[in-house]
């Protein structure tokens, strides 16, 4: 089993910038793609970014593709979600997960962390 447990949320202006942390524990944390998902109130849950094992392919939804980043470092167990130029519709919380293959739905993921709150205003 793989813990994790996510950071960095936080509240900012639209236009302003967050970086997102996300620790793991557990098991080899370099054996799964990891993905971040985030979920509005009253909203399902829905895809942000995901990236492999290895880090060397990358995945974005149409709706944070150019403006946000993710990556890993997996000498530190973490994996980042850099979001740039954010607007008010990023406002959600932030999760993150683990998954053996870079997949976009969240029935590929599991071990999922507790999550983070991000709140842009306008």
């Known amino acids: 089993q793989v813990q994790l447990v996510e950071s960095g949320g936080g509240l900012v202006q639209a236009g302003g910038s967050l970086k997102l942390s996300c620790a793991a524990s557990?098991?080899?944390?370099?054996?799964?793609?990891r993905g971040w998902f985030r979920q509005a109130p009253e909203k399902e849950r829905e895809f942000v970014a995901a990236?492999?094992?290895?880090?060397?392919?990358?995945r974005y939804a149409d709706s944070v593709k150019g403006r946000f980043t993710i990556s890993r470092d997996n000498a530190k167990n973490t994996v980042y979600l850099q979001m740039n130029s954010l607007k008010p519709e990023d406002t959600a919380v932030y999760y993150c997960?683990?998954?053996?293959?870079?997949?976009?739905?969240?029935?590929?993921?599991?071990?999922w962390g507790q999550g983070t709150q991000v709140t842009v205003s306008s």
């Open positions: 997960a683990a998954s053996y293959y870079l997949r976009s739905d969240v029935g590929s993921y599991s071990n």
């Open positions: 557990g098991r080899t944390f370099s054996t799964y793609a």
């Open positions: 990236i492999t094992q290895g880090g060397d392919v990358t």
